[in-house]
């Protein structure tokens, strides 16, 4: 079976200062992780994905996200936020073999930037 | 644009009534993903397409719920004697399947149902 919880469903941070999303999840088999933007009235757009390969993935706009197979984490980062980050942000599990009924969303975190 | 789209962008009906969506993928996609998002959760399955073949289904599909994607290019999705409990963000999302690493969606902005 596989899970994946978003610890936080609301995170508030100051313009230029670090962004930390979490994110943590149960499989049973070696997962798919990947993280998804939702802006108001836009679809969800990938930022990154992690596939087995480098356990650090860079996405776009200077998000990264690390693998943590000990940990069962997968959260999201970024150095510095901009007002633009402010959104909605879903940490996904999938299991590598390609089954769509079992690729799990998270609940949500929203991400306030205050100027 | 060449990006998923979906029509209608927003639907209020009645009770019991039906509606239908549509959802055009990205054209060289072959699959295609329909999910139903409610307020505050994460979009949560309901059924896929691998060209016009519908291969799974969500429990969360009752059988008011019928999707087709006839020729493997668009799909459809109709509620039938829509509930109250339908009102949600439909969202549908295309992928081009890989044999090699899990599929990367690409959402459509969703139709947004309200019903009263």
């Known amino acids: 079976a596989q899970s994946v919880t978003q610890l936080d469903s609301h995170v508030s941070v100051s313009e230029g200062t670090p962004v930390l999303l979490r994110c943590n999840y149960s499989s049973s088999y070696s997962p798919s992780l990947f993280w998804y933007v939702q802006h108001p009235n836009k679809g969800l757009q990938l930022l990154l994905k992690y596939t087995s390969a480098a356990t650090l993935v860079k996405g776009i706009n200077g998000f990264e996200a690390e693998f943590k197979k000990s940990e069962t984490s997968f959260h999201l980062t970024k150095p510095s936020a901009h007002m633009s980050d402010a959104a909605e942000y879903f940490c996904?599990?999938?299991?590598?073999?390609?089954?769509?009924?079992?690729?799990?969303f998270g609940s949500g975190t929203r991400l306030s930037i205050r100027p | 644009d060449t990006g998923v789209s979906q029509d209608p962008r927003h639907k209020i009906t009645k009770r019991g009534q039906n509606v239908t969506f549509r959802c055009d993928p990205i054209s060289e996609h072959n699959r295609l993903y329909w999910y139903r998002q409610t307020l505050g959760q994460g979009p949560e399955f309901l059924t896929y397409?691998?060209?016009?073949?519908?291969?799974?289904k969500s429990r969360l599909l009752s059988d008011r719920f019928s999707a087709e994607r006839p020729k493997g290019s668009f799909s459809t999705l109709e509620i039938q004697r829509t509930e109250q409990g339908d009102s949600a963000m439909y969202l549908c999302?295309?992928?081009?399947?890989?044999?090699?690493?899990?599929?990367?969606?690409?959402f459509g902005p969703g139709t947004r149902l309200t019903v009263l």
């Open positions: 999302a295309s992928s081009l399947d890989s044999r090699f690493s899990t599929d990367t969606q690409y």
């Open positions: 996904v599990v999938s299991p590598w073999y390609s089954s769509a009924s079992k690729i799990i």
């Open positions: 397409f691998q060209n016009e073949a519908q291969l799974e």
